[in-house]
């Protein structure tokens, strides 16, 4: 178990370019978890796979991010156009089956996005 | 709808000291509850959770929250404040069948030598 690890750490940006951050989960977790976490305040949802399905997007999400979980494994987070309200970290979680609700997310240390 | 509110966003205390961060809840239905612990430029760690079994939970590094259904309420306790427990802490509640958990903005603890 190495943990939930996410790529890159550290990313800025120019206003109007497209970034992309990737996440890979604890191995035989099958749900993950994307997280936007702006300063001074808490995680807020932004999306939940359960394997390779999206089940579940935030409004949080707009027509510029999308997120995608291609064989069930890793996840990736693109967002298009970046604004600097896009400035924030992105928290990438994984969990396993169990009663849904209850079953403990584990944290990546996140991607810190800030945009110029 | 559920919602977590955490009453003072920094306490400070003296090392040795009692460490009380609050969160009370809201839910229409039974709540599973959660503290998370977060140090600088890291991801968020568990430190424990509430699932209806006990009231009085026990986490890592000795902390502890007991469920007050009545108060809605669910404190995060340490008898004895280390300096390496200076980070954020945040409260977060979820529902049996939910995908996502929602969290508080967060308490800022601050330990002084």
């Known amino acids: 178990d190495t943990g939930v690890s996410q790529d890159p750490r550290h990313k800025i940006t120019k206003r109007g370019q497209n970034v992309t951050f990737r996440c890979d989960p604890i191995?035989?977790?099958?749900?993950l978890y994307w997280y936007r976490q702006t300063l001074g305040q808490g995680p807020e949802f932004l999306t939940y796979?359960?394997?390779?399905?999206?089940?579940?997007k935030s409004r949080l999400l707009s027509d510029r991010f999308s997120a995608e979980r291609p064989k069930g494994s890793f996840s990736t987070l693109e967002i298009q156009r970046t604004e600097q309200g896009d400035s924030a970290m992105y928290l990438c979680?994984?969990?396993?089956?169990?009663?849904?609700?209850?079953?403990?997310?584990?944290f990546g240390p996140g991607t810190r996005l800030t945009v110029l | 709808a559920q919602s977590v509110t955490q009453l003072g966003s920094h306490v400070s205390v003296s090392e040795g000291a009692l460490v009380l961060l609050r969160c009370n809840y809201s839910?229409?239905?039974?709540?599973?509850l959660f503290w998370y612990v977060q140090y600088p430029n890291q991801g968020l760690q568990l430190l424990l959770k509430?699932?209806?079994?006990?009231?009085l939970v026990k986490g890592i590094n000795g902390f502890e929250a007991e469920f007050k259904k009545s108060e809605t309420s669910f404190h995060l306790t340490k008898p004895s404040a280390h300096m390496s427990d200076a980070a954020e802490y945040f409260c977060?509640?979820?529902?049996?069948?939910?995908?996502?958990?929602?969290f508080g903005s967060g308490t800022r603890l601050s330990i002084r030598p």
């Open positions: 979680a994984s969990s396993l089956d169990g009663i849904a609700g209850s079953n403990t997310r584990y």
């Open positions: 191995s035989e977790h099958n749900r």
């Open positions: 796979f359960q394997n390779e399905a999206q089940l579940e």
């Open positions: 839910s229409s239905v039974p709540p599973y």
């Open positions: 509430y699932t209806s079994a006990a009231t």
């Open positions: 977060a509640v979820s529902v049996v069948g939910a995908s996502k958990i929602i």
